[in-house]
């Protein structure tokens, strides 16, 4: 359950990143999608530490270290 909502907010502040680069078109803008982006994450990894399990972040801790992102 914890990996879906960390998934959801990830997908939501990369679509509202979208949105923001291509409704405004000033070129400095370019920095909002960016913030956007980096919030999302940080709010998706704060709310799989608050709701996960410590199984679950242990399995999740395994998972990356078997298949690192590259």
Not at 19 to 42: D, E, K, R
Request: proline fraction near 6%.
């Amino acid at each position: 359950m914890a990996q879906t909502i960390r998934f959801a907010i990830f997908a939501v502040s990369a679509c509202l990143a979208g949105l923001v680069f291509f409704a405004l078109h000033s070129f400095w803008i370019w920095l909002a999608p960016i913030l956007i982006f980096i919030a999302g994450s940080v709010l998706a990894d704060y709310a799989f530490n608050r709701l996960a399990s410590p199984l679950e972040k242990q399995r999740d801790l395994e998972d990356r270290a078997r298949d690192p992102p590259t």
